[in-house]
């Protein structure tokens, strides 16, 4: 399939993920939700196991404002991006992130270290990418005290 412009398309794609991580680091979770269709639906496992389903952005800012409030630094580094086409208006893509979330504990400061591979499911709408669906799968976790 031929997409007009289509490395445009793609950085568009990886603003929208790079954006989305930003926003993560700054507790912005009110302003990730307009990267969302309405409709959108997240669906997060931690070492396999569903940890948290969300539908909706009203759902999914319930559940990210709440993961976060955990944690005073939060931190994102994106790696790979793999975008396949569907159509000109569908996308899917697999992406990397290493994800640290630093909180206290016990007055001590933790450290928790994520490897994280993300599936999405991307919908062009009024000429914008939105994420439709995110699999969130944390696949290596580590957490240690630091500091």
């Known amino acids: 399939m031929t997409i007009p412009n289509q490395q445009a398309e793609r950085q568009a794609l990886k603003d929208l993920v790079d954006t989305f991580s930003n926003l993560a ?12 269709t309405p409709d959108a639906q997240v669906n997060t496992y931690i070492g396999g196991k569903l940890f948290a389903q969300a539908k909706g952005t009203a759902e999914i800012e319930q559940v990210f404002s709440s993961f976060l409030a955990q944690f005073h630094s939060v931190y994102h580094l994106n790696g790979q991006h793999t975008v396949t086409f569907r159509s ?11 994800v640290k979330l630093v909180g206290e504990q016990d007055g ?25 669906q995110r699999i969130a799968n944390f696949m290596i976790s580590e957490t240690r005290v630091i500091g």
């Open 25 to 36: 680091d700054e507790k912005r979770v009110a302003e990730q939700m307009a990267l969302f």
């Open 88 to 98: 000109e208006t569908e996308a899917e893509a697999i992406n990397y992130c290493a």
């Open 108 to 132: 001590k400061q933790v450290l928790q270290d994520h490897s994280v591979r993300y599936q999405d499911t991307y919908i062009k709408q009024g000429g914008k990418w939105l994420i439709s």
